[in-house]
Every structure is written in C-alpha cells, then in structure tokens.
C-alpha cells in the first residue's frame, strides 16, 4: 500500500485478511447453511520499524480478532500476513514456533494474564525454557532480570520470588511487558494494555512502552478502544468498524481532519477533561448492528447521515487514498476531503 | 437561592477485616443542593462508591459507621435514624437492617444507578416488570397505572415502548443502561445516585447515555452525584466536583474552579496523567508509587508518599480543609502557597 516506501523497513504487512467464525444456531448445526460471523473482513495495512500503529473502534468491532489473527492465535479464513515479507498465515508446527518467538502479546487484564502461582522469575523466564534460549540457569535469570528492568522494575532482584498477588495492577502489567521482552521480539500486539489500569498508573505503563519503543525500535499494534489513549500512543492509526477499517492515517491527521463520517461520530463523542470544552453531538442513529446479518453495502449506511439510497445500500466502498497516507471507505470521500457539500438524506432505515 | 437538598459531614465509613480495619472514608463532607450534578472522581479502591452507597445506608454488614457522622437528607439525619451504637466496638454505628423508615427514602426519594447496570437486572424477569414491581412497592396504584408510567419512561429514555415485555438478554448494553434510568426515575426522586454509569460502554453509547441523563436531570430538576474514575465524564455533566484520594476528601469546589484554579497537588497530577484529543500532544506525567493500602494508611497527608511538593509536615500532620476561594477546597498544608501555581489543565 506504502508505494514509494522502503521495503525493508515493513514489519508486517496485512492483505486482506479475513476471519468468519462459524456459527452453530440451533438445528442448523446438521442442515442448511452454515452462519458466518464476519469478524474481520478484508483489511490491509503496514507496520513499519519502530511504528506504533494504533486500532480503534468499538466493541465488536474486530479489532482484538485483527490482534489474534498477526500472533497466530487464530487461523485466518483468507488473506494474507508478512512478516518481514514472508507470509506466516498458514505457518504450522516449527515454523509457526519460530514465528512466535518474534511477535509477542501483551493483555489487557493484569490480573488474569499472569499465572498466580509462578513467580515473577518463573513468569518471565518461561519463554526462554520454551524457546530454548540461554545456555545455563544463571545466564537465564540474568536475561530476565534485564527484562524486568528494561520494564522499570527496579531493582529487580526484589521482584524475581514474587507472586502476582503481591503486586499492583500496574506492576503486573510491566511482569507482562517484561515478559513479552524478554525474547527479543520484533513486534508486539498489545490488546488494550492499559485499560484495566487507573488514571495514575496509565500514563506511567504507557509512558514505558513509548520509551521501549525509542530504545529498541520494536513496533506495537496497539489496539484500544479509548480514542485518547490511542492519540497519544500511535504513530498512525486505523479505525474499525463492523469487520473494516473505515479510515486510516497520521493519528493527528484522523484525530483533526477525518473523513469519514463514523470516525466523525467518534471522535466528537469523546469525553475531553476540560469544562470549557462544548463538544458535538454526535449524529449517527442506533447501535452497532449484528455482525451476522451484515448491511448490504456500506456497512455503516444503516447509521449514517449522509447515507444516499441506491449507492451506499448498494455498493461496498473501497478504501481509497484521498491524500498522502490518509485511507478513507466512504463514497463521497473525495467530496468531504475537498470541502464539498455533502447533503444530509434520509434513505429507508433498515 | 437553590435549596439544600443533602448535607454529608465527617461521614467515616470503615470495615472490618479479619486483620483490622480498613479505613474506606474517613471524614467526608460536602454539600448539595436541589437539581445540582456533582462528580465525585477517584481511582480504584478511593472510597467513592462507599461514599455513595453511605448515603443511602447501604453497605456490607461488615461497615461501621463512626460517630459523629452526619448525612443530612432534606432535614432528616440518616444516621441518627437508621444506625444503632455497635455492641462489638466502642465509636462505632451499625446499620439496622431493612429498617422501615430508611426504605421509604430509597428509591422513593433516592435512587440509584448501579456499576455495571449490565447485570443489575434479574434475568429471569422482564425488565418492564421489574421496574413496575418497583414503583408497585413504593405506591399505591394498579398494575395498570404503572405500565402506564413504565411506557412514558421509555419514551423519555429513548426505548421503543414495544420492548417493555422483553428479558435483559435481548436489551443491547446501552438499552439496558437506558432502562436503568428509567428505573431510577420512576418513582421522581430528588437525588439519583450513579455508580460509574457509563464506564462499560462505548464511546458513541457513553455520550447518548450522558447527554440522556443530562437533559433528564434539567427536565425533572433531579440532584445527581456521578461516581466515576473519569475526570473527562465530571467535566462535561457536573457543576461541581469533589475529588477523593484513599478515603478522604481532598479536593472539592465547583468543576470549573477544580479544572482551571487547580488547589491540590493530587488534581494536578491527576490532570497531567490523563490524556486527551484536543490541544497539543504533550508527554503525560505518570504519578510515582501506588495508592496506599487503606488498612495501613499513612500518618499525616495520606497523599504525601507520591506528593512532589511534600515536606516534613506532610508525613506527620493531617492536613487542615483550607478554602482557597469561596467555595473552593483543599485538604492541603500548602493548600494556599500552591493555588494559583498549580498547573490546571489551561497551563
């Protein structure tokens, strides 16, 4: 997608990856045809060397299946994934273990990610029994030890005979950050990493994942739902909905000057902490519909204001560059990208 | 001049554990009056929801109430009406269960919207009859009347009157949000009580539900106390604000004076840690150490530990409420010195 762009400097590259869940509703199980949940469904993208490339939108939205499917935790349906140009989408056995000791994953909940009884040593040194990295017990601790300190625990020694319930949420968090470290990895998915973690503590593990990113270049698919945290951590980012990325771009470019009119709605829904602040009202109609019995077309038409009856209930929109590095899914892209008016109508509600 | 609708002073909630005391709220006291929103804003573990629920007297059996707690309701003392001298431990109130003059206040007169409304719903019943049940134990009307009431509060919160005879499980999160409110409403109360009401929703439902709820609290006159972790949320809906920190009360004054004339060094840092949309992407501060277990809290500021303008007096004294400018609080020593320096989100 990145024309022009250095090939080498490409982690990974997403082409058009789907995953459908097959659902079993009932008697359909033996007759008939089987129901698909359209998860993901097709989306291409680029993570760059030492890029945080944020995904955001909201629940349902596929963007912790986008997460599963670059670390292999779920098979894709179709599509494809580079890794460093190779395609590790159907990886098995050795390979797939190769592979996954280069990308590793960060969770969203501290508290469930870690197993309350291994140690922090134990925790951290797994994967390099699993991998069968370091030579000698000794040489072992002290790569863990670097990890735990690479993630500010400090000093470390005091953390290795810890269990989890001895530790903060934000603590934990960083035994997780560690732990992914600790291999070495040239990517890291994190799904929603400080999410469960309060006000105090966020800014603080985000703050180490920014500074791990300088320090080692390690590029991250940060995957959130809070818009604010996104702006603050990614480089670029991509906003899902409904199985499709809807738009994406440089974050202040999608954050100031989007285009598409659910990004829209999105954003101006954002909460800002400041009294002052007289924010939008936000447009759309409805709820996010089942990812079952998808809208025809345009996924977003059924809520959208600007929907025009005969196109976008008709015609799926491509993702198209209306500007340099700036994708957006929307037939009348290119006229909101120009300042055209677009008028507001009203199509039959689905 | 508003009226005052509820008065909480030096409410100290603490439980007990098998190994001591937690000391959850310690002496808290604020102000509101009627058709007012307050946020009250706090991490984890802050004692927020304590506050709330010591409101209403509902708390686990293991809380005590401390002497000399007042919350004042309209002119009656909750306290003094629904607690009895705990036999076990000496400065201590207990709370005497289902007590009959303290159930005609709730819901009635408070009401509340709980954490994670999601599963405040019993799933076995329609959710349309679980709130005629409610309006049916505090009012003598017919079945009728009260479907009747059930079906104007849909059309208020925005649900189609068709899903009255529903179950929880067919209501998407923000419906059942919806019908929460709904709930709290039904029976007009002067004071909702709202348990983080939007914090397992997402962004587009979150600001459905919170332009709802303030277009409902303008429309029926209700007081609303907003009990959240986001300080985004008390920005846009309250009109004043009290800000907690392991049990006390260190910050209160209306939302603009906290936001812009920041007094407490806790609210800064709090503001500094958050990130935001709008402005300038700027490097977020973190705040160092982690909150204090409220069993073992310390001696003197209980922000102290992790306060970067914390001297000697700190760590020993109990820091004095200060009134930096009228109606503006702080529970700092420094409380004076540091207003006006304080980096407020406009710095």
Redesign the interface.
């Known amino acids: 997608m990145n024309n022009g762009e250095s090939e080498e400097n490409v982690v990974i590259r997403v082409k058009d990856l789907k995953k459908y869940f097959e659902l079993h509703v009932g008697m359909f199980k033996f007759w008939g045809e089987p129901i698909y949940v359209k998860a993901v469904d097709g989306i291409s993208f680029d993570i760059k060397k030492g890029e945080v490339f944020g995904l955001v939108g909201?629940?349902g939205c596929g963007k912790t299946t986008t997460g599963r499917l670059l670390t292999r935790l779920e098979d894709p349906t179709a599509g494809s994934i580079l890794f460093h140009g190779k395609d590790i989408a159907r990886l098995k056995g050795k390979g797939l273990k190769d592979y996954r000791r280069n990308v590793q994953m960060i969770f969203q909940d501290p508290y469930e990610s870690l197993n309350p009884r291994f140690t922090v040593l134990k925790t951290v040194m797994e994967p390099l029994l699993i991998h069968g990295i370091g030579e000698t017990y000794d040489e072992r601790v002290e790569m863990v030890i670097k990890a735990l300190e690479d993630a500010e625990l400090k000093p470390a020694e005091e953390y290795l005979e810890r269990f989890p319930h001895e530790l903060?949420g934000?603590?934990r968090q960083r035994v997780a950050i560690a732990r992914a470290l600790v291999l070495r990895p040239q990517f890291i998915v994190a799904d929603e990493p400080v999410s469960m973690l309060?006000?105090?503590?966020?800014?603080?593990v985000?703050?180490l994942m920014l500074d791990l990113r300088e320090k080692y270049g390690i590029p991250y698919l940060f995957i959130t739902?809070?818009?604010?945290?996104a702006?603050?951590m990614s480089d670029r980012m991509a906003v899902m909905y409904l199985g499709k990325i809807v738009e994406m771009g440089e974050t202040?470019e999608i954050?100031f000057n989007h285009l598409h009119p659910y990004t829209k709605?999105?954003?101006?829904?954002?909460?800002?902490?400041?009294?002052?602040?007289k924010?939008g009202?936000?447009e759309?109609k409805g709820?996010?519909p089942s990812p079952i019995n998808l809208p025809p077309g345009c996924r977003f038409w059924p809520r959208c204001p600007y929907a025009q009856k005969g196109l976008c209930d008709v015609k799926d929109p491509p993702l198209v560059e209306t500007k340099d590095g700036h994708y957006v899914a929307c037939h009348f892209a290119k006229k909101f990208a120009a300042g055209e008016e677009v008028p507001e109508k009203e199509v039959a509600t689905a | 001049m508003a009226k005052e609708l509820l008065d909480v002073r030096n409410l100290s909630v603490h439980y007990k554990i098998l190994a001591g005391w937690v000391y959850a709220v310690d002496n808290v006291s604020f102000k509101l009056n009627r058709g007012e929103t307050m946020g009250l804003v706090g991490e984890s573990g802050c004692g927020k929801t304590t506050t709330g629920y010591g409101i209403t007297q509902l708390l686990a059996s293991n809380a005590y109430i401390k002497d000399g707690s007042k919350v004042i309701f309209d002119g009656k003392d909750f306290v003094e009406m629904s607690t009895e001298p705990s036999k076990k431990f000496s400065g201590y109130r207990k709370i005497i269960e289902y007590h009959p003059e303290m159930r005609k206040y709730r819901w009635k007169r408070i009401s509340m919207i709980f954490q994670g409304a999601m599963n405040a719903f019993n799933p076995v019943f329609k959710v349309g009859d679980q709130i005629i049940e409610a309006i049916l134990t505090h009012e003598d009307i017919t079945e009728e009347e009260a479907r009747k009431r059930v079906e104007e509060l849909y059309k208020l919160v925005g649900i189609p009157v068709d899903r009255i005879d529903n179950y929880p499980h067919e209501y998407s999160g923000g419906m059942k949000q919806r019908a929460m409110i709904a709930m709290a409403l039904a029976l007009n109360p002067d004071l909702i009580i709202a348990d983080e009401p939007t914090t397992a929703l997402d962004v587009v439902t979150q600001d459905k539900i919170l332009g709802e709820m303030a277009r409902l609290q303008k429309e029926k006159d209700v007081a609303m106390i907003i009990i959240t972790h986001d300080v985004s949320v008390v920005a846009e809906m309250a009109h004043k604000m009290a800000v907690m920190y392991a049990g006390h009360l260190v910050e209160t004054g209306t939302t603009r004076q906290i936001f812009k004339e920041t007094a407490h060094p806790y609210m800064e840092a709090l503001l500094k840690a958050f990130p935001s949309i709008k402005g300038e992407r700027k490097r977020l501060k973190a705040i160092p150490g982690s909150p204090p277990d409220l069993s073992n809290p310390p001696k003197g500021c209980r922000f102290a530990p992790r306060c970067p303008y914390a001297k000697d007096i700190c760590l020993e004294e109990e820091p004095p409420v200060v009134e930096v400018a009228p109606g503006h609080f702080s529970k700092c020593h420094f409380a004076e010195e540091l207003y006006g320096e304080l980096g407020g989100e406009a710095k």
């Open positions: 909201e629940s903060s934000g603590q309060d006000v105090s503590i966020r800014a603080g985000m703050n739902h809070d818009i604010a945290v702006r603050y202040d954050i709605a999105l954003i101006s829904a954002v909460p800002v902490p400041d009294p002052d602040h924010h009202r936000v759309i709820e996010i």
